[in-house]
């Protein structure tokens, strides 16, 4: 089955959801396992090994800043930034970091986190290996993880099961596919949304799910109207300055110019987009949507429904819940991970989402918001992921405004339409799966081609 749309959009904090928050989450599993075995207290040294992906471009996505906070005990959900600064200046003043925020143990991260850049593990290429040593130098414990994409962190032996959040059998409306989706929709004459609730209602109250929605509609607004009001210039070394809020004088000051421009609300779209991107390129909290580098997507979107269509909350839930179940298409038959497939299961992805979430609150029928999905994916395909500096800014940031835009305009013209078309959104899936298959590695977020080794030409 599908994951729920509550792991599809998760809170966490920035740049990237499969190399920073999942290492994060990894490294605190592998504490609480130790704890479960009540062998915490004979660890005495570590070794982290970053693979592949992972490691080439990890330390522009601070992976090694995220393992380190992972292993002290904070999660990207709840993350404070002032209180993990002081414990990384800990471990790097006085080289202690407190497993779990209790048992103390030596760290330096210049002997004890392994960059093994061209090692690449089979089932994923975001892998990482965590180790702990007794003082005799015996393993304590030892386990591999594999972060594959929006903040999904899996094991060997759950990647092998494809495990997800429920299983066939345990939901009223089980689908595993697009035509699945639409053939639930048609028999039972309920809506994608509707047809997700109910299954969402096996884990959680009608209550808790509605309360889960608007916290996350809400961190998604907060995120916007933080990124607008940001100056300065990003981290990480490119020095690119935050646009957001310079944009944001500049549209104010042409207000009266705006209302007889047929293409203001683009400007606004392209304005929200940028200030998410810039936020989680700083670190700041946002919403995976699926992923941290697409994260500027859907907030965009959802808030264009909002401005420029007069969207009412219940209109906001139709739109999370649709995008949230092709979402969880992607996840399931394809993949929402750079290093994976490219940026068309990052940004691809999250534009196939807010086009069948726009679609679905404008009133669209299924079939419309399947149409509008697979238009949107149609046109990402081959999409590649090249970071410059291994970082979420050069082409990252832009490439979400544009894929906003992008998947207004795909709902648009299926709203224009019936419903039929001759590629199906699984045939668009799958397409975008073996694209992301027979890619160049360098083309999947290793900063090794691309705009990645042309920043003096671009």
Known sequence: MIPSVFDVFK??????????????????RFVEAIRGTSRLDKIERLRVILYASLALTGRGHATDRAVMLGLSGFEPASLDPDEAEAVLSTVAGAGVLRLGRTHPVAFNPERDIVWAGHERLAPHPNALNL??????????????????????VRDADALARNDEAHCAESVPYPFNSAGELLACASKTGLSIAALTLANEQVTRSHDEIIAGLDTISAAMETCIDRGLRQGGRLPGGLEIPRRARR????????AEAALV???AAMDFVNLWALA??????AGGRVVTAPTNGAAGIIPAVLRFYRRFHQGDRAGV????????????????NASISGAEVGCQGEVGAACSMAAAGLCA??????????????????????????????????????RNAIGAIKAI???????????QHAVSLDKAIATMKQTGGDMNAIYKETALGGLAVNLTEC
Do not use: W
């Not at 305009?409 to 419903?419: F, I, T």
């Open 361 to 398: 609150a404008l009133g669209g029928a299924p079939a419309q918001v399947e149409n509008a999905a697979e238009i949107a994916m149609e046109h990402n395909l081959g999409l590649t992921c090249d970071p410059i500096g291994g970082l979420v800014q050069i082409p990252c940031i832009e």
């Open 11 to 28: 809170l966490g904090v920035g740049p990237s959801s499969s190399h920073t928050m999942g290492p994060m989450i990894a490294a605190g």
């Open 317 to 332: 839930h139709v739109f999370l819940l649709t995008a949230g179940a092709i979402g969880g298409l992607y996840k399931r």
């Open 131 to 152: 180790c702990a040593f007794d003082r005799a130098g015996d393993v304590v414990d030892e386990r591999t993880y594999f972060s594959v994409g929006g903040g999904f």
């Open 261 to 263: 421009d047929p293409l």
């Open 276 to 281: 998410v991107s810039e936020e989680n390129a």
């Open 409 to 419: 305009d795909a709902a648009r013209l299926a709203l224009l339409g019936d419903g």
């Open 247 to 254: 944009i944001l004088q500049i549209l104010e000051a042409r």
